[in-house]
């Protein structure tokens, strides 16, 4: 038995978690077509109930940000019942539960869209090719079409909708999705985001209006208390640049200090230290996650963050994955499973659902110790 910071508990806003590992936002596509989440969806979710806070994989605001098919929702009454369903079972398991909402702009193909149409971004940018489509396919990207200012406006009340819609399916909280090239994250960078108008590159105030607009309205409509924002500065996923993302994220972190918020969950990368750069600029609740284009993140990685006082929470992924009892694991220092990479992305509950726990009868003396990388 270990005693960690991780397993100590913490407050969040009204919540109070029994400890300090959140459970990271990861797409498994396990929606049915029109975006309502599948039953065997609240079972892994309430798998994972143990968490200190569980944010749910990317959702679509409203279909015209539909990143991918079979990714899920949060526009319609049958979504919200489908998600009325997961945070029951979470909530009935013990736990909490956070929606991300996920916009993707110029993600998203019209294969792979309700719509079937181009998607539109900040500017017709596409995203460097082959994409993935709808069932198992690949198709060269699409330029997408530049977001005019009804666009824009129209994006901020579809966050404001799903936000009230993820309050009347029970989640505790929505975190925006500003990371990883999805459309805040878009506005952000330098390649994606080429405009010339108030939402565009001229000055930083500019470049970060939308992700201020947004994070704000949402804010307003459920409480900034039940509202987190996820930051990814300099990660080049998909094709994004960002040559300084020091003075950008500064002034948004900055601009979003005074609100109130749940939290900021950052991603560290190699190029920019993001923990290390913005801690001063936030006096919020922290949620660090460290293992971004990186090996999945350790327990020891995940300490030495609370220990140097760079977070005040940490989010594992991949670790979570295939340990649904993950906390548990770190509390007796046991051995991790690991993830089976095949089913990542298929659609039943193969390596999804079916992660053993720990035997519950097992005593630490009769667990191994190995490498704990998922
Ligand atoms: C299968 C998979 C799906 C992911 N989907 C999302 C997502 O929907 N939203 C998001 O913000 N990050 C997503 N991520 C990134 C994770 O939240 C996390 O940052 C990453 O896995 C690194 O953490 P780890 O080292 O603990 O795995 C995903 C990662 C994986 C492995």
């Known amino acids: 038995m270990t005693n960690t910071l991780l397993l100590t508990p913490y407050d969040l806003g009204t919540l109070r978690l029994p400890n300090r590992i959140v459970m990271a936002p990861m ?8 975006g309502t989440p599948l039953p065997v969806v609240a079972e892994y979710y309430a798998q994972r109930a143990s968490a200190g806070l569980i944010i749910t994989e990317g959702i679509w605001p409203s ?21 009325w369903a997961v945070t029951d079972a979470v909530h009935a398991a013990g736990g909490r539960i956070f929606a991300q909402l996920m916009h993707g702009g110029r993600q998203g193909h019209p294969l792979s869209r309700l719509t079937a149409d181009i998607p539109a971004g900040p500017s ?29 406006r129209q994006a901020v009340l579809d966050h404001v909708a799903a936000a009230r819609n993820a309050i009347d399916a029970g989640f505790d909280g929505v975190e925006l999705h500003g990371a990883n090239s999805y459309l805040i994250h878009q506005f952000l960078a330098d390649n994606t985001n080429l405009r010339d108008d108030e939402y565009g590159r001229r000055t930083i105030e500019d470049r970060i209006r939308f992700a201020v607009e947004v994070v704000t309205a949402v804010a307003e409509a459920i409480g900034p208390e039940r509202t987190g924002l996820r930051l990814s500065p300099g990660n080049p996923q998909f094709g994004m640049e960002e040559a300084d993302p020091g003075p950008v994220y500064r002034a948004l972190v900055e601009a979003l200090d005074g609100l109130g918020l749940a ?10 230290p993001a923990l290390t750069d913005l801690r001063a600029y936030w006096h919020g609740a922290l949620i660090a996650n460290v293992g971004e284009n990186r090996e ?8 030495a963050v609370l220990e140097t006082g760079r977070a005040d929470l940490v989010s594992y992924g991949r670790a979570f994955i295939a340990n649904p009892d993950l906390p548990r694991r770190f509390e007796q220092l046991a051995p ?17 659902t ?15 110790v190995t490498s704990q990388a998922g």
């Open 296 to 303: 999945p993140t350790t327990k020891e990685e995940g300490e």
């Open 27 to 34: 797409t498994r596509f396990r929606a049915a077509e029109d």
């Open 336 to 352: 991790l499973q690991t993830i089976d990479a095949a089913n990542l992305y298929t659609h039943g509950g193969d390596g999804y």
């Open 63 to 83: 279909r015209t940000g539909q990143a991918g098919w079979r990714m899920p929702g949060l526009e319609t009454p049958e979504h919200v019942r489908g998600w």
């Open 263 to 272: 939290y900021l969950h950052l991603t560290d990368n190699d190029r920019y």
């Open 354 to 368: 079916d992660y053993p726990r720990m035997d519950s009868r097992a005593t630490p003396q009769d667990l191994v």
């Open 124 to 152: 017709p940018v596409p995203v460097p090719g082959p994409v993935h489509v709808r069932d198992g396919g690949k198709a060269d990207p699409v330029s997408p079409r530049a977001m005019t200012r009804e666009d824009i």
